[in-house]
């Protein structure tokens, strides 16, 4: 198992940046594929980003194309998502999240473990 702690949210302006950090204990990191999501006040969870196990490939949603940036930094057992161009719109709690499968997915399901979220809120 692994255990996934987010930080670096908070509350912004429109326009704004924030990066959020995805600390993971328990097993070798590197093995697993990692995404955000994030979820609105009555809405349902949706990907934002993902991230192989080495790095090298990368998926986004198109609402965040260009304006996010996820990383991973194996050695230090963490995945990034750098938000840029914050607009009111991002406001979610946002997760992280891994899967044990190789394979980039942006389907909830596949992910099998998560973290308690970190709240983003963009202002306008």
């Known amino acids: 198992q692994v255990q996934l702690v987010e930080s670096g949210g908070g509350l912004v302006q429109a326009g704004g940046s924030l990066r959020l950090s995805c600390a993971a204990s328990?097993?070798?990191?590197?093995?697993?594929?990692m995404g955000w999501f994030r979820q609105a006040p009555g809405k349902e969870r949706e990907f934002v980003a993902t991230?192989?196990?080495?790095?090298?490939?990368?998926s986004y949603t198109d609402s965040v194309k260009g304006r996010f940036t996820i990383s991973r930094d194996n050695a230090n057992n963490t995945v990034y998502l750098r938000m840029n161009s914050l607009k009111p719109e991002d406001t979610a709690v946002y997760y992280c999240?891994?899967?044990?499968?190789?394979?980039?997915?942006?389907?909830?399901?596949?992910?099998?473990?998560w973290g308690q979220g970190t709240q983003v809120t963009v202002s306008s």
């Open positions: 999240a891994a899967a044990d499968e190789d394979l980039l997915s942006r389907a909830a399901s596949m992910y099998h473990y």
């Open positions: 328990g097993r070798t990191f590197s093995r697993y594929t």
């Open positions: 991230i192989s196990r080495s790095g090298r490939t990368t």
